[in-house]
């Protein structure tokens, strides 16, 4: 029976921190009444998260990332307008700048504190926040074909999303800090290789029979078939600080799996690579972002991220135009010539720091600069 072509919709999932206005630190719970106005508003579009002072929003299942950009936009705007009655503002970046993990709680929902009884202490400093993009790839086997192929690009992806380059109050001298932090976690990290979906789903009913987990929703690896959805949930991104990088990089992802898709339809397929090289350029990723280098482990050498760009630019065109997002992929290049979130979340630091502000008003600085910038 021959493969149907996967529908290669797009649907993106964003984790905001909640801020006080007044003292740009974390509001320790999201006040009852302003989720129940997000809720009306919203509707199933809007959640709790595993912490009190997040919110997170998901779009619905849109053709292009385009529209699914669209869409983010207005969530983020509404509630951003409905938090200022409260005198707090959502920020999009994957950590805060100053607040401390020790004063936040877990969300009083079952599932939440079950992770956090089942975490312990690890759970206590998740004080960060993602951005998960979907993709429908309804064959089962396809998509585990797929997730095999894509691991190699993820570094690629987190590189362009970097938001996360403080914690408590430090800068951590990563860009991304978030995974630096989530890695504490049991079942993350970049996924394995399968040989098929029923491996996969083997593998994952060993952990489910002995009551490890009770489904694959406890899995967090940066890219895993979704649970609930017949998609490929890529989640190895820092949460973009603004609109049209979370739109570029789900672009990306997009035209990076219907490249492979293309020439898996041609008999052909990107080479695998050892776990161990592909989680050298994640660590690469997030220890240097735009600024550094990853391997081409075709060529066995490293290669400035600028370099890497514009090659991966040329690699994905034919898709990008297909999908009909080629202006928002080749805003990629445009990242890079100014810098991700956690460069500017640095040099706003630095500029106010050696300006005469002590570290605590410059990082109040680096607060009401992402409030701004989230919802520009």
């Known amino acids: 029976m021959p493969l149907k072509d996967p529908t290669f919709s797009v649907g993106i999932e964003e984790e905001y921190l909640l801020v006080d206005r007044a003292t ?11 989720f129940k106005a997000c809720e009306q508003t919203l509707r199933s579009q ?17 053709a292009s990332p385009r529209t699914a950009g669209d869409e ?9 307008r409905l938090a200022a009655d409260y005198g707090l503002a959502p920020i999009a970046a994957s950590t805060h700048p100053f607040a401390r993990w020790k ?9 939440y504190l079950a992770i956090a009884e089942d975490l312990a202490g690890v759970s206590q400093r998740l004080v960060v926040s993602g951005m998960h993009v979907h993709v429908g790839i309804e064959d089962d086997e396809l998509r585990i074909d797929l997730m095999n192929q894509a691991r190699y690009f993820l570094p690629h992806l987190l590189v362009l999303s970097t938001s996360s380059p403080f914690a408590e109050g430090e800068d951590t001298g990563l860009k991304c800090y978030r995974l630096a932090a989530y ?3 049991p079942r993350t990290g970049l996924p394995g290789r399968f040989e098929s979906w029923e491996e996969y789903r083997q593998t994952v009913d060993v952990l489910v029979r002995n009551g490890v987990i009770e489904d ?13 959805f017949p998609t490929l949930e890529m989640r190895i991104t820092d949460v973009c600080t603004r ?22 339809r041609a008999n052909q397929i990107w080479r695998t690579y050892p776990l161990f090289l592909l989680a050298e350029n994640r660590w690469r990723a997030q220890r240097y972002g735009v600024d550094g280098s990853l391997f081409d482990f075709g060529k066995g050498e490293l290669v400035a991220f600028r370099d890497l760009i514009d090659e991966l630019l040329v690699l994905l065109r034919e898709d990008a135009e297909a999908l009909g997002c080629w202006p ?21 630091f630095n500029q106010l720091a050696f300006g005469g502000h002590d570290q605590a008003e410059a990082l109040r600085g680096v607060v009401d600069h992402l409030v701004t910038e989230t919802v520009a």
């Not at 740009?24 to 302003?34: N, T």
């Not at 959640?47 to 299942?61: K, N, Y």
Request: one cysteine or more.
């Open 243 to 264: 609109i049209e990088d979370a739109v570029c990089v789900a672009a990306m992802y997009v035209s990076i799996l219907r490249m492979l898709y293309r020439i898996r």
């Open 103 to 111: 004063s936040q709680k877990p969300t009083e929902r079952e599932r």
């Open 216 to 228: 694959a929703s406890k899995i967090w690896w940066d890219l895993r078939p979704s649970a609930k």
């Open 328 to 348: 928002e992929v080749v805003h990629a290049r445009t990242i890079v010539e100014r810098g991700t979130s956690a460069n500017r979340q640095i040099a706003i």
């Open 46 to 62: 809007v959640a709790h998260e595993f912490l009190r002072s997040q919110i997170e929003v998901e779009t619905q299942i849109h």
């Open 72 to 80: 983010l936009r207005s969530l983020r705007a509404t509630v951003a």
């Open 24 to 34: 740009r630190d974390l509001v320790h719970e999201i006040p009852p009444e302003l």
């Open 183 to 185: 890695q504490e976690l």
